[in-house]
């Protein structure tokens, strides 16, 4: 099963997040995830147990606990989804000028 747990204190390495989780069970993998361009954690990762009982076993005990000072969030993980460019007009600008102002025009009344 693979656990999300978010509000990680910016000091959690991948190997203290599996040693928290393998007091509940065997743990195949933990991964605490790393900004990119800071090099810095995003405050969020993920474990992955293959025993389903244990991974919720753990998920109940750690949920809203104290871990490094923090009170840590630990649910399921949810599949990641993939994002459309919808949203991202490629670069381009919407229905706006390049003020940003919209190119439809409302009275004051």
Same mark, same amino acid.
């Given at each position: 099963? !693979?656990?999300?747990?978010? +509000?990680? +204190? ?29 090099? /810095? ?18 998920? !109940? ?6 871990? #490094? ?15 459309? !460019? ?7 600008? #919407?229905?706006? #000028? ?5 190119? /439809? /025009?409302?009275?004051?009344?």
């Amino acid at each position: 099963m !693979n656990i999300y747990i978010s +509000n990680l +204190n910016y000091g959690i390495s991948d190997a203290d997040l599996r040693k928290l989780f393998e007091e509940y069970g065997e743990v195949s993998s933990a991964k605490v995830i790393i900004d990119k361009f800071s090099g /810095r954690s995003k405050g969020f990762g993920f474990v992955e147990m293959p025993n389903d009982d244990e991974a919720k076993n753990a998920i !109940n005990e750690l949920h809203d606990s104290e871990f #490094n000072g923090k009170t840590i969030v630990v649910n399921i993980a949810k599949p990641r989804t993939e994002r459309s !460019n919808d949203n991202r007009n490629n670069g381009r600008f #919407n229905s706006s #000028n390049s003020r940003g102002n919209s190119s /439809r /025009r409302y009275s004051r009344d």
